[in-house]
Structure formats: structure tokens, C-alpha cells
């Protein structure tokens, strides 16, 4: 198991930006797979972007061309990237891990991951 605090949410306009940050604590390197999630009102919580243990990252198709997720080892903490943000982007965002696994072939499976943090907000207003 892995802590994870996030932070960075915000409110925003449509078009700007915010960067999310996921520390996390409790296991020594970050060679396993992490990913941001989101959720938003009456909505299923579903995968935004994957980070392997080596670094490789996937997209969903809302994140595509918009966010970028990266990782720094030296501080344990993981990142998201976003921007020409959109009101459809509002959502509690997480961050997940799990330390058994280093490639991530299911990246956007909430149940492939063990450790989540409480989630940061982000409110995008038109």
C-alpha cells in the first residue's frame, strides 16, 4: 500500500488551466502503475490518464491533446497537467496506485488499483 494526497484543484474558466499534484508516501521508488481518475455529479468514476512504472503514458479520449500526466520520482510525486479546460471537466479528481503491478494494461479499471487518495476538486465555469 501506498499513501496519496492530492492537491492543486481550483475553480477556473472554460480555456484555463490547473496543474494536479499526487504525493505519495509509504513505498520507496515509484515503479509501479498510477493513474488520475475522475468523477463528476451522477457520474461513474472513470480513468483521465496512466503512468507505468517506466514512464509510459496513456490518455483516455477526453485527456487526449488537453492533459498531461508525469511523474518525479526524486519527489514522489505525480502529476496532472490540464488545459483549455472545459465546464464537462468538472469533477473530483484521484489519484491511484498499486504497487504489485508495473505495466498497466488496464489502466482505467478503478479495481486495478489499491491505494487512492480523497480526491481534489476542480470546477470548470463557462
Known amino acids: 500500500q501506498v499513501q496519496l494526497v492530492e492537491s492543486g484543484g481550483g475553480s477556473v474558466q472554460a480555456g484555463g488551466s490547473l496543474r494536479l499534484s499526487c504525493v505519495a508516501s509509504?513505498?520507496?521508488?515509484?515503479?509501479?502503475?498510477m493513474a488520475w481518475f475522475r468523477q463528476g455529479p451522477r457520474k461513474k468514476r472513470e480513468g483521465v490518464a496512466g503512468?507505468?512504472?517506466?514512464?509510459?503514458?496513456t490518455y483516455a479520449h477526453v485527456a487526449k491533446d488537453r492533459f498531461t500526466i508525469s511523474k518525479d520520482k526524486a519527489k514522489n510525486t505525480m502529476y496532472l497537467e490540464m488545459n483549455n479546460l472545459k465546464p464537462e471537466d468538472t469533477a473530483m479528481y484521484y489519484c491511484?496506485?498499486?504497487?504489485?503491478?508495473?505495466?498497466?494494461?488496464?489502466?482505467?479499471?478503478?479495481?486495478?488499483?489499491?491505494?487512492w487518495g480523497q480526491g481534489t476538486q476542480v470546477t470548470v465555469s463557462s
Open positions: 491511484a496506485a498499486d504497487v504489485s503491478r508495473w505495466v498497466c494494461p488496464l489502466w482505467s479499471w478503478p479495481s486495478e488499483y489499491s491505494s
Open positions: 509509504g513505498h520507496t521508488e515509484m515503479n509501479y502503475c
Open positions: 503512468i507505468s512504472s517506466d514512464g509510459r503514458a
